[in-house]
């Protein structure tokens, strides 16, 4: 496992879910982490309390990643409280749950651009720093629904499958740069998402039960750790696929 105790780590949307749990993840293998949020701001604090509670070195930061401004602000607030960032966890989403007749272009817009733009944007901005370094760990949520049919819609899929395009993209352009760039495409997590009616019993899943966010975590934590690993998507769907 690579050392991560001089490291500092972002994680967007980090403020509950799997977000969270990445977070406390990181900071327990004494990673610094900021914590962004876009909305939660409660819940972003009590990710950062958790951490400090526990000996570990953590910020909060509101931004909507969604947008270059407000990334460059914070990318800077970062750098210039923890220091410049190793470790970049590309998590913030939304998934609003539309059928084809009720999808706008209002929605497929704000899909796009919070769940994939928003991880262009992050990782334009810190790999010059991680380039000159020669060191780098980007790590994409992205979802079964990228290869699937999924339950939340079509434009859900589109924003994810390209996540995976955009992390195959970097990953080969970076890899002689020494950052690795993977994906981890959860499905049927138990999150706020699934819990808001994506789906109403884990009956369909193979092993029997949901996924835990702390179970994302550990696969991110793999390839955080895994200098040999790039270009990947990590599936962790209970048996309900196989990539």
């Given at each position: ?9 972002l ?8 977000g969270?749990?990445?977070a ?7 990673t610094a982490v ?6 939660k701001?409660?819940e ?9 509670a526990?000996g ?5 930061v509101?931004?909507?990643v ?10 800077a ?5 923890l ?9 913030a ?13 209002q ?6 651009a ?5 991880a262009?944007?992050?990782?334009q ?8 370094r ?13 290869r ?41 997590i ?11 019993s884990?009956a369909?899943i193979?092993l ?11 696969v ?7 200098a ?16």
């Amino acid at each position: 496992m690579t050392d991560l105790t001089k490291k500092v780590a972002l994680v967007t949307g980090g403020s509950r879910g799997i977000g969270r749990a990445v977070a406390v993840s990181l900071a327990g293998a004494g990673t610094a982490v900021a914590v962004n949020y876009r909305e939660k701001k409660a819940e972003a604090d009590a990710t950062a309390q958790s951490i400090r509670a526990a000996g570990g070195r953590a910020m909060v930061v509101g931004a909507d990643v969604s947008r270059g401004s407000e990334v460059a602000r914070l990318i800077a607030a970062v750098e210039g409280e923890l220091g410049p960032v190793d470790v970049l966890v590309n998590n913030a989403g939304v998934g609003l749950i539309r059928g084809i007749d009720d999808l706008t272009e209002q929605d497929f817009d704000l899909t796009i651009a919070v769940n994939l733009k928003s991880a262009f944007l992050c990782t334009q901005a810190v790999v010059p720093g991680m380039r000159a370094r020669q060191w780098g760990r980007i790590v994409n949520i992205s979802s079964g629904a990228a290869r699937g049919a999924g339950g939340i819609g079509p434009h859900y899929n589109a924003s994810k499958a390209g996540m995976e395009g955009l992390t195959r993209g970097y990953a080969s352009r970076l890899v002689k740069d020494g950052i690795t760039v993977n994906a981890v495409a959860p499905s049927l997590i138990e999150t706020d998402m699934v819990r808001a009616g994506l789906a109403s019993s884990p009956a369909r899943i193979p092993l029997g039960r949901f996924g835990t966010a702390e179970e994302c975590a550990d696969v991110v934590m793999m390839l955080v750790g895994n200098a040999y690993m790039t270009g990947q998507t990590v599936a962790l769907s209970g048996g309900m696929s196989f990539l």
